[in-house]
């Protein structure tokens, strides 16, 4: 007995000293969630929570990790999430909040709600300033806007008011740029803030229905437009639009006024598309759209990010269950692995 | 004095299956049509009385959810209540206000909590494919709720009034009069609630659940000579309830619906017939309020004309043949459908033979013809043998349809005019025992559902009905019930239970919101002018996801009441504790159920 506890303070003793020592140490992992990607789930769409799936190195597949360290839920229908200095910014959609979390942890740090976060839809942060997209009333054509947010302290500090349906946004030099894909209704406009003013410079006309955009780091913004579908009685096609960042001059490729392509996204000078069940490939100077798509690689996705030659894409399935993301290579289309996700996987977001 | 002992003691329900030896074939006939017990030999039908009725004052949906074995699926305390029978969905299930079709044409349910219990006389419950003789939806079975219409001397108003928890308060007044040649019934009833109970282990309440419910309710009749009697039934229902928060989400929405149904129905019956001819009117508005302090809402409305002639003629004492033909002209518009109308006749006979003392069968066949799809030919067919005094087999085979709604079809954006019948293929067999007191019932059944119309996404927000899905189910369904009187002590136990396995075919998972198992039971205790009643249900866990991944757990429910008649019986005064163990509870996931809360009530009758 006497033995064991002179073990043990020696054991506490030796600890503290390895502990005080440890300067030339590797230094210690953030949080269990700091290496790899997240997924963001929607979550059922009436009654239920969005939730979080996370990839880790060797491909540890971990769902609902923000229950798991949190034990509560996030929130109904989990409409976006993003990462931005040490944290997490969940927006979710039907719980009117952004839930903001510790990136590594996924510990809670706070909630920011209240009337000025109204059905938000998308995040993007510049240094200590985050910007959320809103709807507002989705029936009420007037009343969108975008709030803008002290991150260092998490409280809503303004808004400015936009045009119809705001949804998918871009930081570039100073301006935010505002796809208005119309939410309920369809838009099809891109709004430009100067972030230094926080006023509305440009408004600059696209194709129907911007659904998503991206930079291409060489002085231009790319913009998809899916165009009206065929259901609204007034269908157009969709739209490629090449946007300057400086003079803000627009450039329209035409898709087929049949095709609606979705989810823009860009790997180093490529771009990629979804459409009609398949993914194309476009160089970022080119002025015309791909003839055929990429070889191996199908489905009707419903969220799409091309990371380090990988394009990384979700499958709803039937919506009222699990979904799954699937890893293709894009240079040969392979599948190179499946991972279950939550329900709705809607966006995919990189450590 | 007698009479309202029995009717204290019949206060729960009862399998009334004795009635009807003492009726005469063709008045049994008139009273119940085709929910007739002889048109359903080879099914299983259950009858709850008005002495059972009568003493609630309570949703449809609530009282069949303590009372029976079906299973409801509730989002959240008075909202839209959906019906599930043998595993089956919310639309198939015909339901019927005496005798007439009243799933939404909109969307081919009903919502159990917007029918007000008390306006009623009686419930029949008729388990089994059942096309061939109620049409479209008849799939796990049909439910009938049917006035009275007694010509018999007889005057009487009835005040209920009764109130609880979280702001309850409900009403029901009746007034009744009539005589060897007439009848005439009004009743007026209202259910108002805050409904803002606190979420158990929880800090959030309830918000945005209030409710204002009523509704008018009045049937007429004339007995013109012994032939011919005539009457007339209306109905108005006003349902308008905030759709509740869930647990995760707050709401501002409201649902507005009105019902008005009239009917109007003349029996005729002659020495070896009767016939039957019921013109309907029913009407449908369906108001649905994103934000209820705005005025954007989305109404949608229709309308039925239906007539509907029954003929039953018996050759003799073996056999008849009964028939009927309906026509429906329906109309529908509103902001997610245009204007739209449709035009379905459809027909069926069936031959009833008592082949010999023992042994009944019903052969039967069913066509129809519609201005929209096509509408399959189904046939049915059923039969019970009495091995003896004690047991009887049961047994049946049919096939059955379920008809596109104007929502699948119309709605817009999405709604797909190319779709078809929903068809259903179902066998049952079953053993019936009663001797004495005791009296119980077996049943086993199996399905098979294709082209059931599921709306799939087309794109991420585009989403389209197609027959795409096929289901199969079979199951166990087990009732039994036990009187004692000891002096002027009365028990009676009565407890069922049923097993549902209802699986999507191409995964081969449960359905969501189909519970394995449900099991209720009643027991009751009176003593001359004292009552008591104890429930006891239990609702299996339920899948939420598709994949079965998910599901809410099973739960124990029970509720507690005493009544106590004062005034020479005339006036009852009853309390009730409801979910008496505070169990935290959710029908469906994210909404949680009230915690124990009580109610009263005030029965009062003047003759």
Known sequence: ?351 | MEKLVLILFLSVNIVAFSQYDSLNKLEEIVLYGNFSPDLNTGYSVEIITDSIIKNEINSMGNFLQNHTNLYFKQNGNGMVSSISLRGTSASHTGIFWNGIAINSSLNGQTDFNTLPINSFEGIEIRKGGGSVLFGSGAIGGAVNMRDKVIFKPDKNVLIQLGGGSYNTFKSNVLGLISGNKYYAKVSFNTIFSDNDYQFPDNDLNNENGEFKNYGINSAFGWRFNDKNQIAIYTSYINNDRNTSRTLTATSNAKLKNKNGRFLLNWNNIGNQYASTLKLAYLNENYEYFFDKDLQNSSLNKSKSFITQYNFNYFLNNKISLNSGIDYTHSLGQGSNISNISQNDVEAFVLLHHKAFLNFVYNISVRKGFSSDYNIPFIYALDLSYRINNSFKIKANYSTNYRLPTFNDLYWEPGGNPNLKSEENKSAEFGIDYQKNKTKFELTSYWMKNKNLIQWIPISSDFWQPENIQKTSGYGLEFSIQHKRMIGDHKFQLQAQYAYSVSKDDLINKQLIYVPFHKANSNFNYNFKKLNLNYNLQFTGKVYTTTSNSQNLDNYWLSNIGISYKFLKNDLKIGLRLNNLLDKNYQSVAYRPMPGRNFEFNINYKID
């Open chain 1, 1 to 351: 007995m006497n033995l064991l506890k002179i073990t043990a303070a020696f054991l506490t003793f030796l600890l503290f000293f390895v502990s005080c020592s440890e300067d030339d140490q590797p230094e210690l992992p953030k949080g269990d969630y700091e290496k790899g990607y997240f997924i963001s789930n929607e979550g059922p769409f009436n009654n239920g929570s969005g939730t979080i799936t996370h990839v880790g190195e060797d491909d540890v597949v971990s769902q609902n990790i923000y229950k798991t360290v949190n034990d509560e839920d996030l929130g109904n229908i989990v409409q976006f999430m993003a990462l931005s200095g040490d944290n997490a910014y969940f927006v979710v959609n039907n719980s009117h909040k952004i839930v903001v979390a510790n990136r590594y942890t996924m510990k809670k740090i706070t909630t920011i709600e209240g009337e000025n976060i109204n059905n938000p839809r998308y995040f993007v942060a510049n240094n200590d300033r985050g910007y959320v997209s809103n709807w507002g009333d989705p029936l009420n054509p007037n009343d969108d806007f975008i709030s803008i947010i002290d991150l260092n302290s998490n409280e809503i500090i303004s808004t400015i008011s936009v045009g119809e349906g705001p949804e998918d946004m871009l930081i570039e030099n100073n301006d935010l740029y505002v796809n208005l894909q119309g939410g309920w209704s369809q838009n099809n406009k891109v709004e430009v803030i100067d972030l230094q003013s926080n006023i509305v410079s440009n408004t600059l006309i696209v194709g129907d229905v911007p659904n998503s955009l991206v930079t291409d780091g060489r002085g231009n913004i790319w913009v998809l437009c899916g165009g009206k579908p065929s259901w609204t009685g007034f269908e157009s096609g969709g739209k490629l639009a090449k946007i300057t960042t400086s003079g803000h001059m627009v450039e329209l490729i035409d898709f087929d006024v049949t095709e609606h392509p979705e989810h823009l996204t860009i790997n180093s000078e490529e771009l990629y598309y979804n459409l009609n069940g398949k993914v194309y490939e476009m160089i970022a100077q080119s002025s015309s759209l791909p003839e055929s798509p990429i070889d191996g690689i199908d489905g009707f996705f419903y969220a799409m990010k091309a990371n380090n030659g990988e394009l990384f894409a979700t499958d709803p399935i039937d919506f009222q269950s699990e979904g799954s993301l699937k890893v293709f290579n894009l240079s040969s289309g392979a599948l190179i692995e499946t991972i279950q996700t939550g329900i709705l996987p809607g966006t995919i977001i990189f450590q």
